[in-house]
């Protein structure tokens, strides 16, 4: 049912993508910016679905309570559990449960959206490079182009652990395609690495 509503939504909304630098990945942060709209999630989850890709994306645990949990996991989300496991009462940070999902898994693909909101904003969230440098998985560098109606991932980071120049080769890439968005105003690199 869900190839069929995405194969309905690319037609419908004449997408094409092209997301074949993931197929020889079995584990990896994807970043996709700019993210500016709804669409992003539909047509995203929808060129996951067809191209193959074991996108999940990450929803805190508590969201699976029945019957919410079967639609969840059949939409791609994984639960992320940040209770504490030695017994204290300090929960786990986001990005170590993140970590945890990405390391239990055989496949997965975590995608992340780094501005953390549809809105403008003049600094991207660094979750994503910690994540991947936690779990030792490459960064996927992907885009929904609105101009020619294309989702493409074309790049794949692997983090030297030196924050500073590997966010500087990000915004880089992410340079030239902060006006793709559906709502171009919005988009904008992170000033810090700019």
């Known amino acids: 049912m869900l190839k069929i509503i995405s194969r309905l939504i690319m037609l419908v909304k004449g997408w094409t993508y092209n997301v074949d630098q993931l197929k020889p990945i079995d584990k990896c942060v994807l970043i996709v910016a700019p993210h500016t709209s709804a669409w992003d999630m539909a047509i995203g989850k929808a060129i996951f679905v067809l191209g193959k890709i074991p996108a999940k994306i990450a929803v805190k645990k508590e969201a699976f309570f029945w019957p919410l949990n079967w639609l969840l996991r059949y939409l791609g989300c994984i639960p992320i559990d940040r209770t504490p496991k030695d017994g204290s009462k300090q929960r786990i940070s986001l990005v170590d449960a993140m970590v945890n999902s990405i390391k239990k898994e055989k496949k997965i693909c975590m995608v992340i959206t780094p501005e953390g909101s549809r809105g403008k904003r003049k600094q991207w969230k660094t979750g994503f490079y910690h994540i991947a440098v936690k779990a030792n998985v490459p960064i996927a560098l992907g885009y929904l182009d ?31 395609k902060t006006h793709l968005g559906k709502y171009p105003n919005r988009c904008v690199t992170d000033e810090r690495w700019s």
């Open 146 to 176: 609105f101009d020619v109606k294309e989702g493409i991932v074309d790049k794949i980071f692997y983090p030297t652990g030196d924050m500073d120049k590997d966010m500087r080769e990000i915004m880089e890439f992410y340079k030239d």
